[in-house]
């Protein structure tokens, strides 16, 4: 099990907090040090079955700045989050290829 992990998350921090209390095996991706990679956050984006605009984080300034009214394709929105990856929307947890976003932290029931 994976998650893209932002310590300074509170929803993060209860969702890492709830995968541990299950007794998890968990691979920690601290995303805002080490961003995925295009390929990676396509196969994310494949894994949680949405959009990729779904996943961005819409209430960043980075966003309403730069980004608030465009319209791109879901490449183009990916390769934004690769290059700004305060825009993922956090935390996502995969598991056996599936993904959910943790938010609530209680999404990530499935997996258990």
């Keep these: ?6 310590p300074r998350c509170t929803k993060s921090r209860q969702t890492l907090q709830l ?6 095996e968990v691979e920690i991706v601290e995303y805002l ?3 995925p ?4 956050l396509t196969e994310v984006v494949k894994q949680l ?3 990729a605009e779904k ?5 960043e300034a980075i966003f309403k700045e730069q980004f608030k009214g465009q319209s791109h394709t879901d490449a183009e929105w990916i390769q934004i989050m690769v290059d700004h990856p ?8 995969i598991k056996d290829g599936k993904a959910v976003i943790g938010r609530p ?3 990530v029931a499935v997996f258990f």
């Design 1 to 6: 099990m994976k998650i893209f992990h932002n």
């Design 105 to 107: 932290p209680e999404n």
């Design 37 to 40: 990679t295009v390929a990676e």
């Design 55 to 59: 996943l961005l984080r819409k209430t």
């Design 86 to 93: 305060k825009l993922i929307e956090r935390p996502i947890v």
């Design 49 to 51: 079955g949405i959009p």
């Design 19 to 24: 995968l541990q209390e299950k007794g998890a």
């Design 33 to 35: 040090k080490t961003p």
